[in-house]
């Protein structure tokens, strides 16, 4: 079954009881929830992923709710729990919708030490990734949510997953957060995009959240290896260009954006070695995104490169 069989009485029966229980690739979670717009906002968004059974195995138990006392009614604010703990300060509760999406990495980069994780965002083509580490506020998730709109597979937006045996992208498609600017850039880029509501006056600014691409989801388990690094940098009027990044520079980039590189230690430093090996790597500076997508499509047409060029 997936989300969007679900009616909305039924989403929200879910939320305020057992929980909705949700796979997003390699991660299960169970959310609960007492506010209805989050469960209006996740019919959209993520209305292709799977819902599972009680017996599945869950990796993070996850709650977000009203605020208690006075509070609920005098500015009323969010809490996200995990496992009944609550790791953050509670935000106003307009936020509790991406409160959800930002609980969720928390989760995933506190307790997945099994996996290499990137600041990053990752799209896929034909079985071939891009990797795109980069800042906040450099365009990193304007051109991945451009790309997924043409035709690139979305496998994450904030944190690029690689499997520690085997090398392998690990694929969630979960929404994509844009802010800012940003959104109304994407909504006229790609005017077929489904987006939440905008969420103003966060700490990241204005937030929104859009969905994955269907055949994102739909393809999520489908293995996908790394084939490029590539970080961008958005500048107003800046012409596009790809420029190749010595495997040196490269590795220090990574290492940079892998969130729990000190905890994997040497086996981190093993991780990410494999990966500058396995990756061509390029700084790309960009204004355009037409022109943009132009550059990434020719990517992912160039031929497979050796491992290690």
Same mark, same amino acid.
């Given at each position: ?65 009203? +605020?208690? *006392? ?5 500015? #009323? &604010? $969010? /809490? !996200? @729990? ?99 600017? +940003?959104? *109304? ?5 790609? #005017? &077929? $995009? /489904? !987006? @939440? ?113």
């Amino acid at each position: 079954m997936q989300v969007d069989q679900l009616s909305l009485a039924e989403l929200r029966a879910a939320l305020a009881g057992d929980g909705l229980r949700i796979a997003t690739g390699p991660f299960h979670c169970r959310l609960q929830s007492n506010l209805p717009e989050i469960a209006s906002e996740l019919a959209q968004s993520y209305a292709h992923h799977r819902v599972l059974g009680a017996d599945d195995f869950i990796d993070f138990h996850v709650a977000v709710k009203s +605020s208690r *006392g006075l509070r609920r009614w005098i500015r #009323p &604010q $969010a /809490l !996200f @729990t995990v496992d009944g703990v609550e790791p953050f300060t509670p935000l106003p509760r307009e936020q509790a919708v991406a409160m959800v999406e930002w609980g969720l990495n928390w989760c995933i980069t506190a307790y997945s030490n099994h996996v290499l994780i990137l600041h990053a965002a990752a799209v896929a083509r034909n079985g071939r990734t891009v990797i795109l580490p980069a800042p906040p506020g450099s365009g990193k998730s304007t051109l991945c949510a451009a790309l997924v709109q043409r035709g690139w597979r979305l496998l994450s937006d904030e944190l690029a997953i690689i499997r520690l045996d085997t090398g392998a992208m690990l694929g969630m498609a979960r929404p994509v957060n844009l802010k800012n600017a +940003s959104i *109304g850039v994407i909504q006229r880029f790609a #005017p &077929q $995009a /489904l !987006f @939440t509501a905008p969420v103003h006056d966060t700490t990241k600014g204005t937030v929104a959240l859009m969905a994955a691409p269907q055949a994102s989801v739909e393809a999520v388990d489908e293995p996908a290896w790394p084939a490029w690094m590539v970080l961008p940098r958005y500048r107003a009027g800046a012409a596009t260009r790809l420029t190749p990044m010595p495997r040196g520079e490269a590795f220090i980039k990574i290492a940079d954006n892998a969130m729990n590189y000190h905890i994997l230690a040497a086996e981190g430093f093993r991780a990410v070695g494999d990966l500058v090996d396995r990756c061509q790597h390029f700084s790309f500076e960009y204004s355009d995104l037409e022109e943009a997508m132009q550059v990434f499509d020719q990517l992912a047409a160039s031929p497979v490169a050796a491992p290690g060029v």
